[in-house]
């Protein structure tokens, strides 16, 4: 299984940047997608963003052009840059690999946008 491990999280005001990080150990198919989810406060779970191991990228509409995906060719870092954030950004933000195993979801990281 791949263990994945979220970091970057943190308080910020409006308008603000924060870079999150997703570290992937263990074995990664090549047919592999990494993606952010994100979940606010009595909301469902939501796509960010994702890319693939030929660097393929999909953005969701609620952040596009605020949020860049990025990572090694391995996907063992994948980073997601968060720019001009919005107090409705408030959210734990999780990542997530999915490939012919299925799901594996990290613990998830708690990015707080002041107003």
């Known amino acids: 299984q791949v263990r994945l491990v979220e970091s970057g999280g943190g308080l910020v005001q409006a308008g603000e940047s924060l870079r999150l990080s997703c570290a992937a150990s263990g074995i990664i198919f090549s047919n592999a997608l990494i993606a952010w989810y994100r979940q606010a406060p009595g909301k469902q779970r939501e796509l960010v963003a994702s890319i693939t191991r030929t660097g393929t990228t999909n953005y969701a509409d609620s952040m596009k052009g605020r949020v860049t995906i990025s990572g090694d060719i391995a996907l063992s870092t994948v980073s997601l840059q968060l720019n001009s954030l919005k107090s409705e950004d408030t959210a734990v933000y999780y990542c997530?690999?999915?490939?012919?195993?299925?799901?594996?979801w990290g613990q998830g990281t708690q990015v707080t946008v002041s107003s």
């Open positions: 997530n690999l999915r490939d012919s195993r299925g799901d594996s």
